[in-house]
């Protein structure tokens, strides 16, 4: 089925270690998010590709960087986590044409701990 | 400004139960897109349903049922005889058109607790 998979789906860090979440599709969509999501808030979007091009959200830290080598794949990076940067992340695509446009699918998310 | 609200934060029903989450949203743009997702405690977030803002028709799926009224901006989303895998958070969420990539603007969702 198609999807979009996250890994790890827990992750544990040290303060201050750099660490990677890692989201891949199969829907071949064209665009691809990430959503930072703490407890009983709304999910909060920090950056997005559209294709190639990288628009990040006014509001997100300088510590949080992403890549998107191939249209399948997109990393996110935390520079150096702090104690508030434990949440879960949201990774989810959608397309901008067809019958399904604007639709965003999630993937099951990676919570993150930062001890 | 865009904006959506969700006045409900904790809904409790019992089993079998109707029950009607609502939504109201705020945009100046005159098209744009309306969605519910369903967050179960596994923390994924589901899709529900997708709504533009001409087309005004209620929608039917199973028990779900979807009520647009654009002249009140409201997007309320009515489930019929609640079950317990009901139980979630309901994110009620607005995506004008005319923005590149598409993101949304959530509400702050509503936690249904169904209780058997």
């Known amino acids: 089925d198609a999807m979009v998979i996250q890994n790890p789906r827990y992750q544990v860090t040290q303060f201050g270690k750099p660490v990677t979440l890692s989201c891949s599709q199969t829907l071949n969509h064209n665009v691809m998010y990430w959503y930072q999501q703490k407890s009983s808030q709304a999910p909060k979007l920090l950056f997005h590709y559209y294709d190639k091009d990288f628009n990040n959200e006014a509001d997100t830290p300088d510590n949080f960087q992403s890549r998107r080598p191939n249209t399948s794949f997109c990393f996110l990076d935390i520079r150096s986590p702090g104690l508030g940067d434990a949440a879960m992340y949201l990774c989810?695509?959608?397309?901008?044409?067809?019958?399904?446009?604007?639709?965003?699918?999630f993937g099951p998310g990676t919570r993150l701990t930062v001890t | 400004a865009q904006k959506v609200t969700q006045a409900q934060t904790e809904i409790s029903v019992v089993e079998k139960e109707d029950v009607t989450l609502d939504c109201v949203y705020e945009?100046?743009?005159?098209?744009?897109?309306l969605f519910w997702y369903k967050q179960p405690p596994s923390g994924e977030l589901v899709f529900l349903i997708r709504?533009?803002?001409?087309?005004?028709q209620n929608e039917i799926s199973g028990r779900y049922s979807w009520n647009f009224q654009k002249s009140t901006s409201s997007f309320n989303f009515t489930i019929t005889a609640s079950q317990v895998v009901d139980s979630a958070v309901y994110f009620c969420?607005?995506?004008?058109?005319?923005?590149?990539?598409?993101?949304?603007?959530f509400g702050q969702g509503t936690e249904l607790s169904v209780k058997p």
């Open positions: 709504r533009n803002s001409f087309d005004e």
């Open positions: 989810a695509t959608s397309r901008d044409q067809g019958a399904s446009a604007y639709e965003q699918y």
């Open positions: 969420a607005l995506r004008p058109v005319y923005n590149q990539g598409g993101k949304l603007i």
């Open positions: 945009t100046r743009d005159t098209t744009y897109y």
